[in-house]
């Protein structure tokens, strides 16, 4: 049974880093791509990054230079428990919404949209203010 579990939400002053972390398991590291989403209020789902079963990693313009993907496990054992992080730096007011990781096993991704994606977490709450 595949799940995703989001952590390391919060309040951060503007200028300020958080760490997401999404613990995944029931997926193979090799065969799911991880992207992390995120929604606002009255906003759409938007795509903000990925990392593929082989590392490779893409970023919107709005966070690229600004959030770090990465996954601490790799390889073909579907049973382990692997996590993958965003790190965000340099968070601004605008960065405030609900962030969600999702996972999708499809070989030709278009990343950035939300409906290639199977499998969700429920998601973490970051604010970001003074």
């Known amino acids: 049974q595949v799940q995703l579990v989001e952590s390391g939400g919060g309040l951060v002053q503007p200028g300020g880093s958080l760490r997401l972390s999404c613990a995944a398991s029931?997926?193979?590291?090799?065969?799911?791509?991880i992207g992390w989403f995120r929604q606002a209020p009255g906003k759409e789902r938007e795509g903000l990054s990925v990392i593929t079963g082989s590392g490779s990693a893409d970023y919107s313009d709005s966070v690229k230079g600004r959030f770090t993907i990465s996954r601490d496990s790799a390889g073909f054992r579907d049973n382990a428990k692997n996590t993958v992080y965003l790190q965000m730096d340099n968070l601004k007011p605008e960065d405030t919404a609900v962030y969600y990781c999702?996972?999708?096993?499809?070989?030709?991704?278009?990343?950035?949209?939300?409906?290639?994606?199977?499998?969700w977490g429920q998601g973490t709450q970051v604010t970001v203010s003074s």
């Open positions: 999702a996972a999708s096993s499809l070989a030709q991704l278009v990343w950035e949209d939300a409906d290639e994606y199977t499998y």
């Open positions: 029931g997926v193979t590291p090799y065969y799911y791509a």
